[in-house]
């Protein structure tokens, strides 16, 4: 299944840009919204406002992953003061969450729904089986801006 991918460049807010990202992509499908989202990999640093230990949070992530709903990660990246790296995936089917090699980066990106990373490099990388998805996130001036 092939499957389409946009560049972002961040401006330098990280965490407001992956919640900005995410309702767009919820206005483009509003199903989305209750899909589930799993974090699998993350770097970054919390804000004081953060619940709980971050280091903790980052080890489950990182070790395990976490499984989240859309409201409950739009609140979360409201406590992270900046994002360094992040793999966060977004599919009806919780069986493809998981952390893919550099060698499954294809399986990964032909089969999940919605695949969004930061790069420590300044920019994100959204995926979608569905093309059209992405061309309209690709069309939303607030995202490029």
Do not use: C, R
């Given at each position: ?85 992040l793999l966060l995936l977004i599919d009806n089917n919780v069986k493809l969450f998981k952390k ?43 995202l490029l801006d």
């Amino acid at each position: 299944m092939p499957y389409k991918l946009l560049k972002i460049n961040s401006k330098g807010d990280e965490t407001l840009e992956l919640i900005n990202i995410l309702e767009t992509i919820v206005i483009i499908n509003p199903k989305v919204k209750k899909y589930p989202f799993a974090i699998v990999s993350l770097d970054g640093s919390s804000n004081e406002i953060f619940k709980g230990f971050f280091i903790d949070f980052l080890k489950k992530v990182n070790d395990d992953g976490v499984i989240i709903t859309f409201e409950d990660i739009k609140e979360k990246f409201k406590e992270i003061f900046q994002v360094y790296d992040l793999l966060l995936l977004i599919d009806n089917n919780v069986k493809l969450f998981k952390k893919y090699s550099n060698q499954e980066e294809n399986i990964m990106y032909e089969n999940v729904y919605i695949t969004i990373a930061y790069f420590d490099g300044g920019f994100w990388e959204i995926s979608s089986v569905d093309e059209s998805l992405i061309d309209l996130l690709e069309k939303q001036s607030s995202l490029l801006d």
